[in-house]
Nanobody, 126 residues
């Protein structure tokens, strides 16, 4: 059992930064791979970033490479998404997700994740 709660969203101007947090319940957090997805108005949910249970391996969508950074603090049961150089097209509801097993070939698939947070809104103005 895992419960995920995202926070840190808000309204920023293009070029600004936000740091999202995802707090997880349970002592087994460190055994879960974690991912961030987002859903923009009128669009399907898309992959943003993922991180292995150890934090040693990360994955990013091409659209955010060089701008976003995913990290985790297993001692705090928290995963983060640092978002820099934000663009209006980054506007979306951002969701945190978790899974016990995440093969490298499946990190970007929403179906790979078993648990989801409620989402946090990120709005980037031009």
């Amino acid at each position: 059992q895992v419960q995920l709660v995202e926070s840190g969203g808000g309204l920023v101007q293009a070029g600004g930064s936000l740091r999202l947090s995802c707090a997880a319940s349970g002592r087994a957090f460190k055994t879960y791979a974690m991912g961030w997805f987002r859903q923009a108005p009128g669009k399907e949910r898309e992959f943003v970033a993922a991180i292995s249970w150890s934090g040693g391996t990360t994955y990013y969508a091409d659209s955010v490479k060089g701008r976003f950074a995913i990290s985790r603090d297993n001692a705090k049961n928290t995963v983060y998404l640092q978002m820099n150089s934000l663009k209006p097209q980054d506007t979306a509801v951002y969701y945190c997700a978790a899974t016990l097993f995440l093969p490298s070939s499946a990190y970007a698939r929403s179906q790979s994740y078993d648990y989801w947070g409620q989402g946090t809104q990120v709005t980037v103005s031009s």
